[in-house]
């Protein structure tokens, strides 16, 4: 289970003008130093991108919008709305679905942390690593052996 415990940086915090009509990049950290990200765009922002794209005809005249991956669809961009969905996300186990991992704090960016943030002896979740692996596979089974022999050797170390 991912912990409880985390530290929620939201980019533009407080720079928003109309926190019912915005996009916020949100990095979620935790005391094994994972660092996660979503989006979070606000259901009016998304009505408005669609009506730039409509009045523009971009995409097939709004027909469709590609955000950034992964996102988080909420009614208001604020910390506490922003932490209530992630500490929901965590509670219901499903945190890890809609946050994308984006590896671990490097050691001279942990100062901008809490002293005690950090605990040496926190390991990443190993259903969260069992899940990743898992997707790896499947994607290394439909790749070629040349692709395949390239990866083992260089992430991994090993030559078949």
């Known amino acids: 289970m991912i912990e409880q415990r985390r530290h929620?940086?939201?980019?533009?915090?407080?720079?928003?003008?109309?926190?019912?009509?915005?996009?916020?990049?949100?990095?979620?950290?935790?005391?094994?130093?994972?660092?996660?990200?979503?989006?979070f765009y606000t259901i009016n922002c998304i009505q408005s991108i669609r009506g730039d794209y409509l009045k523009n005809g971009h995409c097939l005249n709004g027909a469709y919008w590609c955000g950034s991956s992964p996102v988080i669809i909420v009614d208001n961009i604020n910390r506490?709305?922003?932490?209530?969905?992630?500490?929901?996300?965590?509670?219901?186990?499903?945190?890890e679905y809609v946050f994308e991992y984006v590896g671990a704090v490097e050691e001279r960016k942990r100062s901008n942390y809490q002293n005690d943030f950090f605990d040496s002896k926190a390991k990443i979740e190993p259903s969260v690593v069992y899940y990743k692996a898992t997707q790896?596979?499947?994607?290394?089974?439909?790749?070629?052996?040349?692709?395949?022999?390239?990866?083992?050797?260089?992430?991994?170390?090993?030559?078949?």
Do not use: C, H, Y
């Open 80 to 95: 506490e709305r922003i932490e209530q969905v992630i500490d929901e996300l965590i509670e219901n186990k499903t945190f």
């Open 8 to 39: 929620i940086r939201i980019d533009a915090e407080g720079w928003a003008e109309d926190i019912e009509n915005t996009q916020v990049d949100v990095v979620v950290t935790f005391p094994d130093a994972t660092m996660w990200i979503s989006n």
């Open 136 to 160: 790896l596979k499947q994607m290394l089974d439909q790749a070629s052996e040349e692709l395949k022999e390239s990866i083992m050797k260089e992430v991994f170390g090993l030559t078949q």
